[in-house]
């Protein structure tokens, strides 16, 4: 219980770094404590494969991404523009608050269907083994979607960023040059 | 072994914060980055939920969510760096218009 109760704030304290901070640098990293937290919340609720999983790809990949565009459009910070909609915030903070309250309520009119210990063992500590093996027998169809959706995501990633092909520039023949006399050529 | 219910209220409480700091910021790349935690609080759900019927199921689901989450955020910030170099702004505010 202990530990869970030190993730689970290492998580929300993330979360409200990723909110709060103003500098967006500053809120990508806070945002990787919250998903290394929630990596190692992955290992209490036996699913060692999806933690590290969640280390890698998304702690690692995912949010080198997202720092690596940041720094390249250069948008750390904020623009000093007046706020458009200043009665936002307390409206969705309020909004917020009952959400979470909802949510939380809800959890704990929850029953569990069987005792713990008994289904958490059925798991096998949710080892790369068995979850492969769910993965190719009942997942196979949504596995070979997703591998078309990733190639569809790389293409269109590429689609997007590519540049317009610059106006044709008139580039002068070596032909064409050696018929110039040497007073013609501009050095 | 700590209950389900305490995970999945973690879980709506990260998803809250996702949410509002959604709604509140005006910077593209903030937004984006509270759409991967309300997807995370979304995984945390379903892993919780594997073990409390004991089912892997939802465990693969998570590893295709995290493939797909992988995906997205290409899109998505290809679109935000082709949006970019049209606007020369990541705030939401100056990007309301919608003839390109």
């Known amino acids: ?187 | 072994m700590v209950e389900t219910s305490y995970y999945i209220a973690l879980a709506g409480i990260l998803f809250s914060i996702g949410a509002v700091g959604f709604l509140m910021r005006r910077s593209v790349i903030q937004m984006f980055l509270c759409v991967e935690l309300m997807l995370n609080s979304a995984n945390l759900v379903l892993v919780a939920f594997a073990r409390a019927w004991g089912n892997l199921e939802a465990q693969t689901a998570v590893f295709i969510i995290l493939t797909l989450a992988a995906a997205e955020v290409a899109i998505g910030l290809g679109i935000i760096v082709a949006i970019f170099r049209k606007r020369v702004s990541t705030n939401v505010d100056d990007l309301s218009g919608l003839k390109g």
């Open chain 1, 1 to 187: 219980m202990i530990v869970f109760v030190l993730l689970s704030l290492l998580a929300i304290a993330g979360a409200l770094g990723t909110i709060l901070w103003k500098n967006a640098v500053y809120s990508a990293l806070s945002l990787v404590g919250t998903l290394l937290a929630l990596a190692c919340i992955f290992v209490t609720l036996e699913a060692q494969f999806l933690a590290s999983v969640q280390v890698i790809v998304y702690a690692g990949a995912i949010m080198v991404l997202f720092l690596f565009v940041i720094m390249l459009l250069n948008a750390q910070y904020p623009s000093e523009d007046v706020d458009p909609l200043p009665w936002l915030s307390p409206v969705v903070i309020a909004g917020g608050v009952v959400l979470a309250g909802a949510l939380a309520y809800t959890a704990f009119l929850y029953k569990a269907p069987k005792p713990l210990a008994e289904a958490a063992k059925a798991l096998q500590g949710g080892a790369p083994g068995p979850v492969g093996e769910t993965l190719f027998t009942k997942f196979l169809l949504p596995f070979e979607a997703v591998s078309l959706l990733l190639i569809i995501a790389v293409v269109g990633a590429v689609a997007l960023v590519k540049r317009e092909p610059e106006a044709k520039v008139q580039r002068e023949t070596l032909e064409e040059r050696a018929t110039h006399t040497p007073e013609e050529v501009v050095v």
